[in-house]
């Protein structure tokens, strides 16, 4: 009996269709937004200060990409030899579960490298998810009666990943509090 609502709000107003017994679609056009405002941002750049920022950007990207191919060249060279080492040196147990381990994260890398700034703060509530799986692993990991390496990794895992469950409801709540009046 008390609910009211609100026939000045053009979002309410548009999504109304029956008011007391009365339809009420279509709805009134919306209403014009105010005139455009100006910002007045200062003085523009004279010409010789916009002629030496664009040496500047020209004499940068003239510069030889060798130094950029080389550390290229560095870090695959690298990533050949560690490789090798972990091939040739670790049991065959531990290959199973190093290439998911590095699929996930090569996985995981273009998953999130691809994703428009927009969607990075409802991702980070979607993370939520899989830290809490990562906690059970790490929780699991845990219950080892002796402290070795296994042990150690599974600690970092819970804290690290109790870091980004706790930030994940951190944003999460900022998020859903934009929908709020």
Not at 23 to 32: D, F, L
Not at 48 to 70: D, G, H, I, L
Request: aromatic fraction near 8%; charge should be neutral; hydrophobic fraction near 50%.
């Amino acid at each position: 009996d008390n609910y009211e609502i609100d026939m000045e709000d053009d979002v309410i107003r548009g999504a109304l269709v029956l008011n007391h017994g009365s339809i009420t679609w279509p709805p009134p056009k919306p209403r014009n937004p105010g005139p455009a405002y100006s910002v007045d941002t200062g003085p523009r750049p004279d010409d010789e200060a916009k002629r030496t920022a664009t040496k500047e950007v020209v004499e940068a990207s003239n510069k030889p990409p060798m130094t950029n191919a080389f550390v290229k060249m560095i870090l695959i060279i690298a990533a050949a030899i560690g490789i090798i080492f972990v091939g040739t040196t670790m049991p065959e147990s531990f290959l199973s579960h190093f290439t998911v381990f590095v699929l996930a994260c090569f996985v995981g890398w273009q998953v999130i490298w691809n994703v428009k700034p927009a969607l990075h703060t409802p991702l980070m509530s979607v993370t939520n998810a899989i830290s809490g799986i990562i906690i059970i692993g790490g929780i699991l990991q845990l219950s080892q009666p002796e402290v070795n390496a296994t042990v150690i990794l599974g600690a970092a895992a819970v804290l690290l990943a109790a870091i980004n469950v706790s930030g994940g409801f951190l944003v999460t709540n900022r998020m859903l509090a934009m929908f709020r009046r």
